[in-house]
């Protein structure tokens, strides 16, 4: 199961919007509605902050919002914040014999 | 409150094992979807392994048939056995809680496996 595309890096200013693309198949992204985006600071445990394309867990600020559209996933940061530097990552559930995929990871730079 | 805590990891010689445990409090690990998740050194994160709650596991091809993936319900307590043990091995590796495979909520803080002679 190859890893889902994402771009290595994307860069707004404070109070910009930025969005991040998540490019699978038609048996990952494609074919089903569960696709999650992690938040990573250096040294620290992945934070879920989207899960099945467009939900947001309690507790994250409503700044971040996903989408998906045929293979393509994306996750939205409106209103970019200093603190929303980090590396984020898309996740797929797949039809292959693993059920879960991570995408390549896109770090985030607020200039 | 939900809490895992992962075992220490430490230096393995190449074909030699090491067994993970990630420790579970404020919830049912025989109820969760538990995963493991890797991060080499400076690169992404890369999905490991995963029990559902009715027991049936999964593995990612890379360590497919080298790595062994258990919980003690008794213990509430997630394992990673890990055998023939390979360089590329090496990384932080985390435990995570999910509501389904990609929906992995609370993590653990990761403990590092380096693979070296």
């Known amino acids: 199961q190859s890893a889902l595309t994402q771009p290595a890096s994307v860069s707004g200013s404070p109070g910009q919007s930025v969005t991040i693309s998540c490019t699978g198949t038609s048996s990952d992204v494609g074919g089903y509605n569960y696709v999650s985006w992690y938040q990573q600071h250096p040294g620290k445990a992945p934070k879920l902050m989207i899960y099945?394309?467009?939900h947001r867990p309690s507790g994250v600020s409503n700044r971040f919002s996903g989408s998906k559209s045929a293979n393509t996933a994306s996750l939205t940061i409106s209103g970019l914040q200093a603190e929303d530097e980090a590396d984020y990552y898309c996740t797929s559930y797949t039809s292959s014999n693993t059920p879960c995929v991570f995408g390549t990871g896109t770090k985030v730079t607020v200039l | 409150e939900v809490q895992l805590v992962e075992s220490s990891g430490g230096l393995i010689q190449p074909g030699g094992s090491l067994r993970l445990s990630c420790a579970a409090s404020g919830f049912t690990v025989s109820n969760s979807y538990m995963s493991w998740v890797r991060q080499a050194p400076g690169k992404g994160l890369e999905w490991v392994s995963i029990i559902y709650a009715a027991g049936s596991t999964y593995y990612a091809d890379s360590v497919k048939g080298r790595f062994t993936i258990s919980r003690d319900n008794s213990k509430n307590t997630l394992y990673l056995q890990m055998n023939s043990l390979r360089a590329e091995d090496t990384a932080v590796y985390f435990c995570?809680?999910?509501?389904?495979?990609?929906?992995?909520?609370?993590w653990g803080q990761g403990t590092l496996v380096t693979v070296s002679s």
């Open positions: 995570a809680k999910g509501q389904s495979p990609t929906e992995l909520a609370f």
């Open positions: 099945d394309v467009s």
